[in-house]
């Protein structure tokens, strides 16, 4: 969902990856990455992207917006879960594909 988002709202704002890339200071390649769900943007990262883009981290990450600082709060706390989440997806398919690769 996280690189859907990106991918269509980066090409909603009529910007390339190159131009993605160079305001967020990172190769295209990076972008190309979180687009295709290979890697994922860390926190601060997530923020910069959704200044970029003019929108909110949330709703990169699918969330709809709520009005109240409880529920704000709340949101801050589910999106870190899913960004842990990710996270640890990440690292299990890496280990996998490096066991795949070392023979294991």
Known sequence: MLNENIKL???SRGLSQEKLARELKVVRQTVSKW???LSVPDSEMLI???AILETNVSVLLGET????KIEMNEDLLAISKKLEDINLQLVQIKVSRRKK????
Do not use: A, K, L, W
């Open 9 to 11: 709202m980066r090409q």
């Open 101 to 104: 690769f070392d023979g294991y």
């Open 65 to 68: 917006v709520r009005v109240s």
């Open 35 to 37: 687009e295709r769900g």
């Open 48 to 50: 910069s992207i959704s």
